[in-house]
């Protein structure tokens, strides 16, 4: 089921790593954080349901992460002055990987305690996983506040 998504992250993050060198990274980041909160809302939907229905909302994710990963990191480049950029790189590769690791922890935490409710947060959702549904829309609401901040970026802040 997940294997979509390694294909699309796999043959797409090259094409978009040199994309991002021609178009405002912002664009790039937009278009990823739009692709990735409708394929977290489509997968809380269809949570539990069959593998191919699953493997396309594994596929639109990492479709998602390709178009934001190296975006996301021009964008910290571009934000620093020159003196600062190797710094500033370490600092959010770090910042990166502890997200990384405490929204596993979280999303572990939260399908701990949502495990066994008869109930989906998803008021639409009508499958036998309503725990994974709650999940997945959670990370489409924290998708949408990275899409809220991505919009306040402003291209002076970036020295493109």
């Keep these: 089921m997940l294997l979509s998504g390694g294909v699309a992250v796999a043959i797409l993050s090259p094409i978009v790593g040199r994309l991002s060198d021609k178009v405002h990274p912002k664009i790039l980041l937009l278009v990823g954080l739009i692709i990735m909160g409708l394929s977290s809302l489509y997968m809380s939907f269809v949570a539990g349901a069959s593998p191919v229905l699953l493997s396309i909302g594994s596929l639109g994710i990492g479709i998602a992460f390709a178009f934001i990963n190296s975006p996301v990191n021009n964008v910290a480049v571009l934000a620093l002055p020159k003196e600062q950029v190797g710094v500033g790189t370490g600092l959010f590769q770090g910042a990166m990987y502890l997200g990384a690791?405490?929204?596993?922890?979280?999303?572990?935490?939260?399908?701990?305690?949502?495990?066994?409710?008869?109930?989906?947060?998803?008021?639409?959702?009508?499958?036998?996983?309503?725990?994974?549904?709650?999940?997945?829309?959670t990370i489409t609401c924290i998708v949408l506040v990275a899409l809220i901040v991505t919009l306040n970026i402003s291209s002076r802040d970036l020295k493109q």
């Design 101 to 137: 690791g405490t929204g596993a922890s979280l999303i572990g935490d939260l399908l701990s305690m949502r495990h066994g409710v008869k109930a989906s947060f998803n008021p639409f959702y009508t499958l036998n996983a309503p725990h994974y549904s709650d999940i997945f829309l």
